[in-house]
Protein backbone atom coordinates (compact mmCIF):
# COMPACT_ATOMS: atom_id res chain seq x y z
CA UNK A 1 0.00 0.00 0.00
CA UNK A 2 3.01 2.72 0.71
CA UNK A 3 4.86 1.90 -2.46
CA UNK A 4 1.68 2.12 -4.40
CA UNK A 5 1.46 5.63 -3.17
CA UNK A 6 3.71 6.81 -4.96
CA UNK A 7 5.79 8.52 -2.05
CA UNK A 8 9.13 8.28 -1.22
CA UNK A 9 8.88 6.57 2.71
CA UNK A 10 11.00 5.15 4.83
CA UNK A 11 9.55 2.18 7.00
CA UNK A 12 10.64 0.78 9.98
CA UNK A 13 9.88 -2.68 10.93
CA UNK A 14 11.03 -3.10 15.00
CA UNK A 15 10.78 -6.84 16.29
CA UNK A 16 11.35 -7.97 19.62
CA UNK A 17 11.97 -11.90 17.96
CA UNK A 18 13.53 -11.70 14.70
CA UNK A 19 14.45 -15.67 14.83
CA UNK A 20 11.09 -17.19 16.24
CA UNK A 21 11.10 -20.87 15.15
CA UNK A 22 14.01 -21.19 12.55
CA UNK A 23 16.44 -19.00 11.08
CA UNK A 24 14.02 -18.69 7.64
CA UNK A 25 12.37 -16.79 9.70
CA UNK A 26 15.03 -14.14 9.71
CA UNK A 27 16.00 -15.16 5.87
CA UNK A 28 11.79 -13.65 4.80
CA UNK A 29 12.27 -10.45 6.69
CA UNK A 30 16.05 -10.22 4.99
CA UNK A 31 13.61 -10.92 1.64
CA UNK A 32 10.97 -8.23 2.57
CA UNK A 33 14.35 -5.73 3.19
CA UNK A 34 15.59 -5.83 0.19
CA UNK A 35 12.34 -6.63 -1.82
CA UNK A 36 12.99 -10.21 -2.86
CA UNK A 37 16.53 -9.99 -4.28
CA UNK A 38 18.85 -12.86 -3.26
CA UNK A 39 21.84 -11.24 -4.66
CA UNK A 40 21.56 -7.95 -2.46
CA UNK A 41 24.60 -8.25 -0.91
CA UNK A 42 26.91 -8.96 -3.28
CA UNK A 43 29.17 -6.40 -3.11
CA UNK A 44 29.81 -7.65 0.53
CA UNK A 45 30.99 -10.99 -0.70
CA UNK A 46 27.60 -12.54 -0.18
CA UNK A 47 26.37 -14.64 -2.67
CA UNK A 48 23.28 -15.96 -1.87
CA UNK A 49 21.16 -15.29 1.51
CA UNK A 50 19.17 -17.96 0.79
CA UNK A 51 22.04 -20.23 1.01
CA UNK A 52 23.65 -18.51 3.80
CA UNK A 53 20.51 -19.17 6.45
CA UNK A 54 20.19 -22.19 4.77
CA UNK A 55 23.59 -23.46 5.46
CA UNK A 56 23.32 -21.83 9.01
CA UNK A 57 20.09 -23.39 9.90
CA UNK A 58 21.73 -27.19 9.05
CA UNK A 59 24.41 -26.49 11.46
CA UNK A 60 22.75 -25.11 13.62
CA UNK A 61 20.30 -28.35 13.54
CA UNK A 62 23.73 -30.52 13.85
CA UNK A 63 25.34 -28.48 16.81
CA UNK A 64 21.62 -29.36 18.35
CA UNK A 65 22.63 -33.09 18.08
CA UNK A 66 25.82 -33.42 19.51
CA UNK A 67 26.40 -34.60 23.33
CA UNK A 68 26.22 -32.23 25.92
CA UNK A 69 29.79 -31.43 26.40
CA UNK A 70 30.64 -30.36 22.44
CA UNK A 71 27.54 -28.34 22.47
CA UNK A 72 28.66 -25.12 23.35
CA UNK A 73 27.85 -21.71 22.33
CA UNK A 74 31.54 -21.10 20.94
CA UNK A 75 31.56 -24.46 19.22
CA UNK A 76 28.24 -23.27 17.71
CA UNK A 77 29.84 -19.61 16.50
CA UNK A 78 32.38 -21.33 15.05
CA UNK A 79 30.15 -24.22 13.06
CA UNK A 80 27.79 -20.64 11.82
CA UNK A 81 30.31 -19.42 9.67
CA UNK A 82 31.53 -16.41 8.38
CA UNK A 83 29.05 -15.64 6.13
CA UNK A 84 25.78 -15.41 8.29
CA UNK A 85 27.53 -13.46 10.84
CA UNK A 86 29.15 -10.72 7.97
CA UNK A 87 25.08 -11.13 7.17
CA UNK A 88 24.47 -10.45 10.50
CA UNK A 89 26.51 -7.65 10.86
CA UNK A 90 25.24 -5.57 7.66
CA UNK A 91 21.48 -5.63 8.96
CA UNK A 92 20.86 -6.26 12.23
CA UNK A 93 21.32 -3.71 15.45
CA UNK A 94 21.28 -5.59 18.87
CA UNK A 95 20.92 -3.84 22.11
CA UNK A 96 20.84 -5.72 25.26
CA UNK A 97 20.58 -4.41 28.78
CA UNK A 98 24.26 -5.51 29.14
CA UNK A 99 25.09 -3.38 26.18
CA UNK A 100 23.05 -0.62 27.41
CA UNK A 101 24.31 -0.66 30.71
CA UNK A 102 28.29 -1.06 29.37
CA UNK A 103 28.37 1.58 26.47
CA UNK A 104 25.68 3.91 26.75
CA UNK A 105 25.55 4.95 30.63
CA UNK A 106 22.58 5.15 32.05
CA UNK A 107 22.57 9.02 32.75
CA UNK A 108 20.55 10.24 30.03
CA UNK A 109 18.28 6.93 29.65
CA UNK A 110 17.68 6.39 33.24
CA UNK A 111 18.91 3.36 35.09
CA UNK A 112 17.76 -0.59 35.15
CA UNK A 113 15.99 -1.48 38.81
CA UNK A 114 17.89 -4.04 40.70
CA UNK A 115 15.74 -7.10 40.28
CA UNK A 116 15.76 -9.28 43.72
CA UNK A 117 16.26 -13.24 43.70
CA UNK A 118 12.66 -14.42 42.69
CA UNK A 119 10.52 -15.78 45.75
CA UNK A 120 8.88 -19.38 44.93
CA UNK A 121 5.75 -20.55 46.53
CA UNK A 122 4.21 -24.08 46.50
CA UNK A 123 0.44 -24.52 47.38
CA UNK A 124 -1.53 -26.73 48.11
CA UNK A 125 -4.95 -27.05 46.98
CA UNK A 126 -7.15 -27.42 49.48
CA UNK A 127 -7.13 -25.98 53.30
CA UNK A 128 -9.10 -28.74 54.52
CA UNK A 129 -6.77 -31.23 52.66
CA UNK A 130 -9.46 -33.48 50.78
CA UNK A 131 -8.89 -32.48 47.34
CA UNK A 132 -6.29 -35.13 45.60
CA UNK A 133 -2.89 -34.38 45.02
CA UNK A 134 -1.85 -33.09 42.25
CA UNK A 135 -0.66 -36.44 41.24
CA UNK A 136 -3.80 -38.66 41.35
CA UNK A 137 -5.69 -35.75 39.54
CA UNK A 138 -2.61 -36.25 37.01
CA UNK A 139 -3.64 -40.05 36.85
CA UNK A 140 -7.19 -39.56 36.62
CA UNK A 141 -6.97 -37.10 33.48
CA UNK A 142 -4.25 -39.38 31.95
CA UNK A 143 -7.13 -42.68 32.48
CA UNK A 144 -9.38 -40.19 30.41
CA UNK A 145 -9.88 -41.94 26.61
CA UNK A 146 -11.76 -38.38 25.82
CA UNK A 147 -13.63 -40.44 23.46
CA UNK A 148 -15.88 -37.73 22.59
CA UNK A 149 -13.34 -35.78 20.80
CA UNK A 150 -11.98 -38.08 18.74
CA UNK A 151 -15.28 -40.56 16.71
CA UNK A 152 -13.06 -41.32 13.88
CA UNK A 153 -11.37 -43.66 16.25
CA UNK A 154 -14.59 -46.03 16.27
CA UNK A 155 -14.98 -45.40 12.29
CA UNK A 156 -15.56 -49.08 11.81
CA UNK A 157 -12.96 -50.53 9.30
CA UNK A 158 -15.03 -51.17 6.36
CA UNK A 159 -15.76 -47.91 6.74
CA UNK A 160 -12.84 -46.58 6.94
CA UNK A 161 -11.45 -45.64 3.67
CA UNK A 162 -14.34 -43.69 3.22
CA UNK A 163 -13.25 -41.18 5.60
CA UNK A 164 -9.81 -41.21 4.99
CA UNK A 165 -10.49 -40.23 1.71
CA UNK A 166 -13.35 -37.20 2.67
CA UNK A 167 -11.42 -36.31 5.67
CA UNK A 168 -7.46 -36.62 5.00
CA UNK A 169 -5.06 -33.76 3.63
CA UNK A 170 -2.82 -34.16 0.59
CA UNK A 171 0.33 -32.98 1.63
CA UNK A 172 3.29 -31.63 -1.43
CA UNK A 173 2.24 -32.78 -4.33
CA UNK A 174 0.38 -36.26 -3.52
CA UNK A 175 3.44 -37.80 -1.73
CA UNK A 176 1.76 -38.23 1.90
CA UNK A 177 -1.40 -38.09 3.32
CA UNK A 178 -2.06 -36.35 6.65
CA UNK A 179 -5.24 -38.03 8.41
CA UNK A 180 -7.90 -36.39 10.33
CA UNK A 181 -7.31 -39.48 12.72
CA UNK A 182 -3.99 -38.25 13.55
CA UNK A 183 -5.25 -34.54 14.17
CA UNK A 184 -7.86 -36.02 16.51
CA UNK A 185 -5.29 -37.87 18.42
CA UNK A 186 -3.10 -34.54 18.96
CA UNK A 187 -6.11 -32.52 19.88
CA UNK A 188 -7.19 -35.34 22.40
CA UNK A 189 -2.98 -34.98 23.60
CA UNK A 190 -3.61 -31.06 23.98
CA UNK A 191 -7.08 -31.30 25.74
CA UNK A 192 -5.49 -33.45 28.23
CA UNK A 193 -2.30 -30.92 28.96
CA UNK A 194 -4.99 -28.30 29.08
CA UNK A 195 -7.02 -29.98 31.81
CA UNK A 196 -3.66 -30.35 33.70
CA UNK A 197 -2.58 -26.77 33.40
CA UNK A 198 -6.02 -25.53 34.52
CA UNK A 199 -5.89 -27.92 37.70
CA UNK A 200 -2.11 -26.36 38.23
CA UNK A 201 -3.49 -22.79 37.77
CA UNK A 202 -6.55 -22.37 39.81
CA UNK A 203 -9.11 -25.38 40.78
CA UNK A 204 -12.31 -23.40 39.73
CA UNK A 205 -10.84 -22.96 36.02
CA UNK A 206 -10.74 -26.85 36.59
CA UNK A 207 -13.99 -27.35 37.30
CA UNK A 208 -15.26 -25.18 34.68
CA UNK A 209 -13.33 -27.11 31.92
CA UNK A 210 -14.32 -30.80 33.37
CA UNK A 211 -17.71 -29.16 33.55
CA UNK A 212 -17.85 -28.42 30.01
CA UNK A 213 -16.41 -31.62 28.55
CA UNK A 214 -18.84 -33.75 30.77
CA UNK A 215 -21.65 -31.30 29.16
CA UNK A 216 -19.93 -32.88 25.79
CA UNK A 217 -19.67 -36.71 26.97
CA UNK A 218 -23.40 -36.13 27.78
CA UNK A 219 -24.46 -34.80 24.42
CA UNK A 220 -22.71 -37.74 22.66
CA UNK A 221 -24.27 -40.35 24.52
CA UNK A 222 -27.88 -39.01 24.57
CA UNK A 223 -27.48 -38.59 20.69
CA UNK A 224 -26.22 -42.38 20.59
CA UNK A 225 -28.79 -43.44 22.96
CA UNK A 226 -31.64 -41.64 20.74
CA UNK A 227 -30.38 -43.02 17.51
CA UNK A 228 -29.78 -46.79 18.44
CA UNK A 229 -33.14 -47.94 17.61
CA UNK A 230 -33.21 -46.86 13.73
CA UNK A 231 -30.21 -46.14 12.01
CA UNK A 232 -31.06 -46.13 8.60
CA UNK A 233 -28.47 -47.31 5.48
CA UNK A 234 -26.28 -44.07 3.89
CA UNK A 235 -23.28 -43.55 2.70
CA UNK A 236 -20.99 -40.83 4.15
CA UNK A 237 -19.56 -40.51 -0.05
CA UNK A 238 -23.04 -39.42 -0.95
CA UNK A 239 -24.25 -36.97 1.31
CA UNK A 240 -23.23 -33.19 2.64
CA UNK A 241 -22.65 -34.07 6.47
CA UNK A 242 -23.24 -30.23 7.03
CA UNK A 243 -27.17 -30.24 5.90
CA UNK A 244 -29.28 -29.54 9.21
CA UNK A 245 -31.19 -32.53 7.97
CA UNK A 246 -28.97 -35.04 8.79
CA UNK A 247 -28.20 -33.30 12.27
CA UNK A 248 -29.53 -35.92 14.48
CA UNK A 249 -27.60 -38.95 12.35
CA UNK A 250 -23.88 -37.28 12.70
CA UNK A 251 -21.54 -36.71 15.79
CA UNK A 252 -18.47 -34.32 15.67
CA UNK A 253 -18.13 -30.53 15.75
CA UNK A 254 -15.44 -29.79 12.84
CA UNK A 255 -15.35 -33.49 10.93
CA UNK A 256 -19.03 -34.94 10.71
CA UNK A 257 -19.49 -39.11 11.19
CA UNK A 258 -22.22 -41.14 10.44
CA UNK A 259 -23.67 -42.99 13.63
CA UNK A 260 -24.27 -45.88 11.67
CA UNK A 261 -20.11 -46.05 10.71
CA UNK A 262 -19.11 -46.17 14.41
CA UNK A 263 -18.44 -49.17 16.34
CA UNK A 264 -21.37 -47.86 18.63
CA UNK A 265 -20.85 -50.32 21.28
CA UNK A 266 -17.48 -49.44 21.91
CA UNK A 267 -17.47 -46.15 22.16
CA UNK A 268 -20.38 -46.13 23.79
CA UNK A 269 -18.29 -47.81 26.77
CA UNK A 270 -15.73 -45.26 26.63
CA UNK A 271 -17.91 -42.19 26.76
CA UNK A 272 -19.53 -43.90 29.96
CA UNK A 273 -15.93 -44.91 31.47
CA UNK A 274 -15.12 -40.99 30.83
CA UNK A 275 -18.10 -39.52 31.85
CA UNK A 276 -18.01 -41.60 35.52
CA UNK A 277 -14.38 -39.95 36.14
CA UNK A 278 -15.27 -36.36 34.91
CA UNK A 279 -18.06 -36.41 37.27
CA UNK A 280 -15.95 -37.58 40.05
CA UNK A 281 -13.20 -35.08 39.44
CA UNK A 282 -16.12 -32.07 38.73
CA UNK A 283 -18.01 -32.90 42.42
CA UNK A 284 -14.33 -32.72 43.91
CA UNK A 285 -13.36 -29.53 42.14
CA UNK A 286 -16.70 -28.18 43.10
CA UNK A 287 -16.13 -28.83 46.47
CA UNK A 288 -13.13 -25.99 46.83
CA UNK A 289 -14.84 -23.33 47.55
CA UNK A 290 -12.81 -19.92 47.53
CA UNK A 291 -12.87 -20.31 51.81
CA UNK A 292 -11.02 -23.62 51.05
CA UNK A 293 -8.97 -22.35 48.25
CA UNK A 294 -5.22 -22.49 49.79
CA UNK A 295 -3.26 -21.11 46.94
CA UNK A 296 -5.65 -18.03 47.12
CA UNK A 297 -5.22 -17.92 50.40
CA UNK A 298 -0.90 -17.54 50.21
CA UNK A 299 -1.70 -14.83 46.98
CA UNK A 300 -3.51 -12.77 50.02
CA UNK A 301 -0.36 -13.02 52.54
CA UNK A 302 2.31 -12.38 49.74
CA UNK A 303 0.07 -9.23 49.02
CA UNK A 304 -0.88 -8.13 52.15
CA UNK A 305 2.70 -8.61 53.39
CA UNK A 306 3.68 -5.90 50.10
CA UNK A 307 1.44 -3.95 50.72
CA UNK A 308 2.87 -3.50 54.85
CA UNK A 309 6.28 -3.84 54.16
CA UNK A 310 6.57 -2.05 50.44
CA UNK A 311 10.07 -2.55 48.43
CA UNK A 312 10.58 0.77 47.54
CA UNK A 313 9.06 3.50 50.28
CA UNK A 314 5.18 4.13 49.21
CA UNK A 315 4.82 1.69 46.50
CA UNK A 316 2.01 -0.71 46.67
CA UNK A 317 0.99 -1.63 43.33
CA UNK A 318 1.43 -5.21 42.61
CA UNK A 319 0.51 -7.02 39.12
CA UNK A 320 -0.66 -10.64 38.99
CA UNK A 321 -0.55 -12.75 35.86
CA UNK A 322 -2.39 -15.99 34.49
CA UNK A 323 -2.50 -17.30 31.80
CA UNK A 324 -5.97 -18.35 31.65
CA UNK A 325 -9.15 -16.08 32.01
CA UNK A 326 -11.31 -17.84 34.29
CA UNK A 327 -8.51 -18.06 36.87
CA UNK A 328 -7.93 -13.89 36.19
CA UNK A 329 -12.04 -13.61 36.52
CA UNK A 330 -11.82 -15.48 40.06
CA UNK A 331 -9.02 -13.57 41.14
CA UNK A 332 -10.87 -10.48 40.48
CA UNK A 333 -14.09 -11.41 42.04
CA UNK A 334 -11.72 -12.91 45.37
CA UNK A 335 -9.25 -9.94 45.82
CA UNK A 336 -10.87 -6.85 44.71
CA UNK A 337 -13.00 -6.18 47.51
CA UNK A 338 -10.97 -7.41 50.02
CA UNK A 339 -7.89 -5.39 48.78
CA UNK A 340 -10.48 -2.26 48.83
CA UNK A 341 -11.68 -3.20 52.52
CA UNK A 342 -8.52 -4.00 53.80
CA UNK A 343 -6.33 -1.72 52.42
CA UNK A 344 -8.55 0.45 50.49
CA UNK A 345 -6.50 0.11 47.35
CA UNK A 346 -8.48 -0.19 43.85
CA UNK A 347 -8.04 -2.81 41.31
CA UNK A 348 -8.64 -3.73 37.51
CA UNK A 349 -8.75 -6.99 35.66
CA UNK A 350 -7.42 -6.75 32.30
CA UNK A 351 -7.91 -10.13 30.22
CA UNK A 352 -8.44 -10.67 25.85
CA UNK A 353 -12.23 -9.91 26.11
CA UNK A 354 -12.90 -8.37 29.61
CA UNK A 355 -12.13 -5.11 31.83
CA UNK A 356 -13.16 -4.41 34.90
CA UNK A 357 -12.34 -1.86 37.28
CA UNK A 358 -13.42 -0.48 40.82
CA UNK A 359 -13.17 2.71 40.32
CA UNK A 360 -16.33 4.19 40.03
CA UNK A 361 -17.19 6.09 36.51
CA UNK A 362 -13.57 4.78 34.93
CA UNK A 363 -13.84 4.09 31.60
CA UNK A 364 -13.21 0.52 31.15
CA UNK A 365 -10.66 0.34 28.00
CA UNK A 366 -7.62 -1.16 28.26
CA UNK A 367 -5.10 2.34 27.58
CA UNK A 368 -7.02 3.82 30.36
CA UNK A 369 -6.64 1.31 33.14
CA UNK A 370 -3.24 0.43 32.50
CA UNK A 371 -2.87 4.58 33.08
CA UNK A 372 -4.19 4.37 35.94
CA UNK A 373 -2.62 1.49 37.40
CA UNK A 374 1.04 3.44 35.77
CA UNK A 375 0.60 6.93 35.59
CA UNK A 376 3.98 7.89 35.26
CA UNK A 377 5.19 5.32 33.05
CA UNK A 378 2.26 6.20 30.63
CA UNK A 379 3.02 9.63 30.96
CA UNK A 380 -0.61 10.76 32.07
CA UNK A 381 -1.60 14.26 31.72
CA UNK A 382 -1.87 16.24 34.76
CA UNK A 383 -5.53 16.89 33.49
CA UNK A 384 -6.85 12.98 33.82
CA UNK A 385 -5.50 12.23 37.34
CA UNK A 386 -9.04 12.44 38.10
CA UNK A 387 -9.49 9.03 36.58
CA UNK A 388 -7.67 7.60 39.82
CA UNK A 389 -4.73 5.52 40.46
CA UNK A 390 -5.05 1.40 40.60
CA UNK A 391 -2.80 -0.65 42.79
CA UNK A 392 -3.49 -3.95 42.18
CA UNK A 393 -4.18 -5.42 38.32
CA UNK A 394 -4.90 -8.96 37.78
CA UNK A 395 -4.09 -9.71 33.98
CA UNK A 396 -3.57 -12.68 31.36
CA UNK A 397 -0.79 -12.59 28.46
CA UNK A 398 -2.64 -9.82 26.63
CA UNK A 399 -0.54 -7.45 28.10
CA UNK A 400 2.45 -9.71 28.53
CA UNK A 401 4.48 -7.63 25.84
CA UNK A 402 4.87 -3.81 24.75
CA UNK A 403 3.46 -2.32 28.25
CA UNK A 404 5.20 0.10 29.95
CA UNK A 405 4.01 -0.74 33.47
CA UNK A 406 7.31 -0.41 35.58
CA UNK A 407 5.68 2.02 38.08
CA UNK A 408 5.10 -1.13 39.51
CA UNK A 409 7.52 -3.38 41.72
CA UNK A 410 6.42 -6.41 42.07
CA UNK A 411 4.81 -9.19 40.07
CA UNK A 412 3.18 -11.95 40.48
CA UNK A 413 3.04 -15.16 38.41
CA UNK A 414 0.12 -17.20 39.53
CA UNK A 415 0.62 -20.24 37.47
CA UNK A 416 3.73 -21.04 35.64
CA UNK A 417 4.00 -20.79 31.68
CA UNK A 418 5.36 -23.65 30.23
CA UNK A 419 7.96 -21.41 28.06
CA UNK A 420 10.24 -19.83 30.40
CA UNK A 421 10.34 -16.97 27.93
CA UNK A 422 6.72 -15.79 28.59
CA UNK A 423 7.78 -15.59 31.96
CA UNK A 424 10.86 -13.03 31.14
CA UNK A 425 8.36 -11.08 28.88
CA UNK A 426 5.98 -10.96 31.89
CA UNK A 427 8.32 -9.40 34.28
CA UNK A 428 10.17 -7.04 31.12
CA UNK A 429 6.67 -4.99 32.14
CA UNK A 430 8.59 -3.48 35.45
CA UNK A 431 11.80 -4.86 34.80
CA UNK A 432 12.56 -1.75 32.64
CA UNK A 433 14.98 1.13 32.20
CA UNK A 434 13.90 4.05 33.53
CA UNK A 435 12.15 2.44 36.48
CA UNK A 436 11.67 4.65 39.77
CA UNK A 437 12.10 1.87 41.82
CA UNK A 438 15.49 0.84 43.48
CA UNK A 439 14.79 -2.98 43.56
CA UNK A 440 11.60 -5.00 41.84
CA UNK A 441 10.64 -8.38 43.05
CA UNK A 442 9.58 -11.26 41.07
CA UNK A 443 7.09 -14.30 42.89
CA UNK A 444 6.39 -17.46 41.01
CA UNK A 445 3.53 -19.80 42.13
CA UNK A 446 4.76 -23.75 41.31
CA UNK A 447 2.70 -26.56 41.91
CA UNK A 448 3.24 -28.26 45.42
CA UNK A 449 5.72 -31.15 43.94
CA UNK A 450 8.97 -31.29 42.74
CA UNK A 451 10.42 -29.43 39.55
CA UNK A 452 11.32 -32.94 38.13
CA UNK A 453 8.55 -34.69 38.77
CA UNK A 454 6.67 -32.05 37.28
CA UNK A 455 8.13 -31.82 34.20
CA UNK A 456 7.84 -35.92 33.84
CA UNK A 457 4.42 -35.54 34.37
CA UNK A 458 3.87 -32.74 31.56
CA UNK A 459 5.78 -35.27 29.43
CA UNK A 460 3.69 -37.80 30.18
CA UNK A 461 0.54 -36.37 29.75
CA UNK A 462 1.18 -35.04 26.38
CA UNK A 463 3.06 -37.94 25.14
CA UNK A 464 4.49 -38.00 21.94
CA UNK A 465 2.46 -35.56 20.16
CA UNK A 466 2.53 -35.83 16.75
CA UNK A 467 3.81 -32.13 15.57
CA UNK A 468 2.05 -30.59 12.28
CA UNK A 469 4.62 -28.56 11.04
CA UNK A 470 3.04 -25.72 9.19
CA UNK A 471 5.56 -23.33 8.44
CA UNK A 472 6.11 -22.52 5.38
CA UNK A 473 9.77 -23.52 4.63
CA UNK A 474 9.47 -26.82 3.16
CA UNK A 475 12.79 -27.66 4.51
CA UNK A 476 11.37 -30.52 6.98
CA UNK A 477 9.14 -33.27 6.87
CA UNK A 478 5.74 -32.20 7.31
CA UNK A 479 5.14 -34.73 9.77
CA UNK A 480 7.67 -35.85 12.25
CA UNK A 481 7.23 -37.76 14.92
CA UNK A 482 8.75 -35.40 18.04
CA UNK A 483 10.80 -38.21 19.68
CA UNK A 484 14.75 -36.62 19.46
CA UNK A 485 13.88 -33.12 19.62
CA UNK A 486 11.47 -33.51 22.40
CA UNK A 487 13.66 -34.74 24.66
CA UNK A 488 16.55 -32.24 24.19
CA UNK A 489 13.39 -29.76 24.47
CA UNK A 490 12.46 -30.93 27.69
CA UNK A 491 16.01 -30.94 28.93
CA UNK A 492 16.05 -27.45 28.27
CA UNK A 493 12.95 -26.65 29.73
CA UNK A 494 13.70 -28.37 33.05
CA UNK A 495 17.40 -26.20 32.82
CA UNK A 496 15.54 -22.51 32.19
CA UNK A 497 12.86 -23.05 34.94
CA UNK A 498 15.53 -24.81 37.88
CA UNK A 499 16.84 -21.25 37.16
CA UNK A 500 13.81 -19.12 37.25
CA UNK A 501 13.72 -20.21 40.60
CA UNK A 502 16.95 -18.65 41.72
CA UNK A 503 17.25 -15.74 39.26
CA UNK A 504 15.41 -13.58 36.97
CA UNK A 505 16.93 -14.91 33.53
CA UNK A 506 17.68 -12.37 30.55
CA UNK A 507 16.37 -12.87 27.14
CA UNK A 508 19.75 -12.55 25.40
CA UNK A 509 21.10 -15.25 28.61
CA UNK A 510 18.44 -18.04 27.46
CA UNK A 511 21.12 -20.80 26.31
Not at 49 to 76: C, G, H, K, V, Y
Not at 113 to 141: M, Q, Y
Not at 297 to 326: C, H, M, S, W, Y
Request: hydrophobic share 40%; proline share 3%.
Amino acid sequence: KIIKEGVKTRVLMLSATPVNNRLADLRNQILFATEGDDTAFLEHGILSIENTTRLAQLQFNRWLDMDEASRTPSRLVEMLGFDYFKLLDILTIARSRKHIEKYYGTTETGRFPERLKPINIKSDVDRAGEFSSIREINLEIRRLTLAAYAPLRYVLPAKQAAYDAKYSTEIRGGESFFRQVDREESLVHLVRVNVLKRMESAVPSFALTVGRQLKHVESTLAKIEAQEEELEEIDVAEVDLDDPMFESLVVGRKVKVLLKDVDLIRWKQDLIEDRNRLRILHDAAKQISAARDAKLENLRQVIEQKVNEPLNEGNRKVLVFTAFADTAEYLYEQLAPWAKERFGMESALVTGDGRRSTIQGQRKDMATILTAFAPRAKERPEDLSSEGDLDLLIATDCISEGQNLQDCDYLINYDIHWNPVRIIQRFGRIDRIGSPNERIQLVNFWPNIELEEYINLEQRVSGRMVLLDISATGEENLIEQQSGNQMNDLEYRRKQLLKLQDAVIDLEDLS
